[in-house]
């Protein structure tokens, strides 16, 4: 459990004030999850508007997988309502939403919403910390965006370790990502880890804390993305599905039917 450090979320959460107005986000319900309904040039603009206004919140890139734990799991479901918003990189989350009269809802992926950041880096003078993933990841990842990105500001990287934490290590760790000053820490812990990781640490880490998943291992270079139609016809979960279907075969039987049971037909 890479990054696992056994934190009590809500001794965080309680005492974490947010000085931007989470109001003004439009948000569609789905399945008890609060999924923004924005596209991607909205949420670039509003990064960029507010980012040092929102170092120490969190936000989560969600998708059919982690609504339907939230679904069967209240208190992960507080997580992913708890930072200041979730954002539906899966394609069917923005097409029910769409259904469901947001109009202007379209998918906004991690690894998307990454490289678009990443391309104004060098402009805004955003500064970037990568927590998770393994050393020899984290090692061509900085590589690859150095030489993609011109100008881009790499703050630091950290692979924590695949255990349980411990108390002493988080806060050095933590300690770690603050002395850096980002703009941007990058979470690649996967779900549901990644998100319980930033709930924990809502209010302690520095910075704007984005939870992408196999983020790291796409712009690496470690894992290919499905062509643009597969992406754009919703399609990139079955090309995963064959890049890995041992792993991930028993997941989407049972996420996918229970997404479409309860969101698409009894309308959760």
Request: aromatic share 10%; net charge positive; charged share 25%.
């Amino acid at each position: 459990m890479q990054g696992d450090s056994q934190v009590n979320t809500s001794a965080y959460n309680k005492n974490y004030r947010r000085t931007v107005n989470k109001a003004e986000i439009p948000v569609c319900g789905i399945m008890g999850v609060e999924i923004a309904a924005i596209d991607m040039d909205w949420l670039l603009r509003y990064l960029n508007d507010h980012i040092d206004e929102l170092s120490g919140d969190y936000i989560c890139v969600s998708n059919v997988h982690t609504t339907v734990t939230a679904f069967e799991d209240e208190e992960y479901c507080r997580v992913q309502n708890g930072g200041i918003m979730a954002i539906p990189d899966g394609g069917p989350l923005s097409s029910v939403g769409r259904r469901r009269g947001f109009s202007k809802m379209k998918r906004t992926t991690g690894p998307s919403l990454m490289g678009e950041v990443f391309k104004a880096s060098a402009s805004k003078g955003y500064r970037h910390y990568f927590y998770g993933s393994t050393d020899e990841t984290l090692k061509k990842l900085r590589l690859v965006l150095t030489e993609t990105y011109p100008g881009i500001q790499i703050a630091g990287m950290y692979s924590p370790p695949f255990r349980p934490m411990t108390d002493g290590e988080d806060e050095a760790a933590v300690e770690r990502i603050n002395s850096t000053n980002p703009d941007f820490v990058w979470v690649g812990l996967g779900a549901p880890k990644q998100e319980r990781w930033m709930a924990a640490h809502q209010g302690r880490v520095h910075g704007l804390m984005v939870g992408v998943g196999a983020g790291f291992d796409y712009h690496a270079g470690n894992i290919d993305r499905a062509p643009q139609w597969m992406q754009k016809s919703n399609l990139e979960w079955v090309y995963r599905l064959m890049q890995d279907p041992r792993r991930l075969f028993g997941r989407y039987w049972h996420t996918n039917t229970r997404f479409i049971w309860n969101a698409v037909i009894r309308g959760k």
